[in-house]
């Protein structure tokens, strides 16, 4: 092998330094890739070893590193090019998705919607956790008016929505699964059935607006909920119209969510 003469060896030298560079800035690779060779370079020339077989090793080597890296960018890009472009329709329902899956979802051995499914059990757990709760609170007013359409309202949403299993109101969207109706008729009842969750939640949240201003002037109002009641709850600590007022917050965000407020009968 022909010694390189002193020339060369700066050309191959600024080849080295020049690949290690472009390592460090185009694939950030460590600046200690480059001190390395600067170190090996230096101590071949302190032990007096042949530098052209030195030289060109290194510039071998670096430029396989390169290579090799610039495989792997080349294979990334690949595998990005690879993935399908999410549609609007898609993010808009990923976007929905994450909105509404904060709510619990009912069981269902039917092929039901998600989303309807999250919006049942969003409003089953009103009705468990909340509305049942107003109701014994308003037992123990003296508005007769006002507990007499809170207890009518507590019955219609429970023969619709129900305590747990089926929800009844879904019955007519479940029938036309289970017979293979045609797709439009299993849409029609999906959103009729949306339609009907939808009177039912607004017509609750106006009767709880009614219910805060009645209990905002009564005596009730700052009555522990403990005092009415030895059933064991979350709300024990709370006033009456602490829990209304909780009780109309949730109901008017699962309203929200589910992009229910225009949905009110005429």
């Known amino acids: 092998m022909k010694d390189l003469t002193t020339k060369e060896i700066n050309l191959v030298l ?3 330094r020049t690949k290690y560079n472009k390592l460090i800035s185009e ?7 480059k001190d390395a060779f600067e170190d090996r370079y230096i101590f071949t020339l302190k032990m007096r070893r042949n530098l052209t077989v030195f030289l060109l090793a290194e510039i071998e080597a ?11 960018q080349e294979e990334k890009q690949r595998e990005v ?3 399908p472009e999410v549609s609007f329709a898609d993010k808009v329902l990923e976007q929905n998705k994450l909105r509404y899956s904060k709510y619990p979802k009912i069981s269902s051995v039917y092929d039901i919607d998600e989303e309807i499914a999250y919006l049942c059990g969003g409003s089953r757990e009103f009705l468990n956790t909340y509305l049942s709760i107003i109701v014994l609170i308003f037992n123990h007013t003296n508005n007769s008016s006002l507990k007499i359409k809170i207890n009518t309202l507590y019955n219609e949403i429970i023969e619709n929505i129900d305590f747990k299993g089926d929800v009844p109101i879904l019955k007519h969207y479940i029938a036309a699964i289970l017979s293979n109706s045609i797709q439009s ?3 029609f009842e999906y959103q009729r059935s949306i339609q009907n969750i939808g009177f039912l939640l607004n017509s609750t949240i106006d009767i709880i607006t009614n219910a805060l201003s009645y209990l905002s002037e009564s005596p009730n109002a700052t009555v522990l909920f403990k005092t009415i009641s030895n059933q064991k709850t979350d709300f024990s600590k709370k006033t009456c119209l602490e829990i209304v007022t909780l009780s109309y917050s949730m109901l008017k965000q699962l309203i929200s969510d589910f992009r229910l407020k225009d949905i009110r009968k005429v």
């Open 14 to 16: 600024e080849k080295i």
């Open 27 to 33: 694939h950030k690779k460590p600046v200690s890739l």
């Open 62 to 72: 670096v430029e396989e590193i390169y290579k090799n890296e610039n495989t792997k």
């Open 81 to 83: 090019n690879k993935k």
């Open 185 to 187: 008729k299993i849409m």
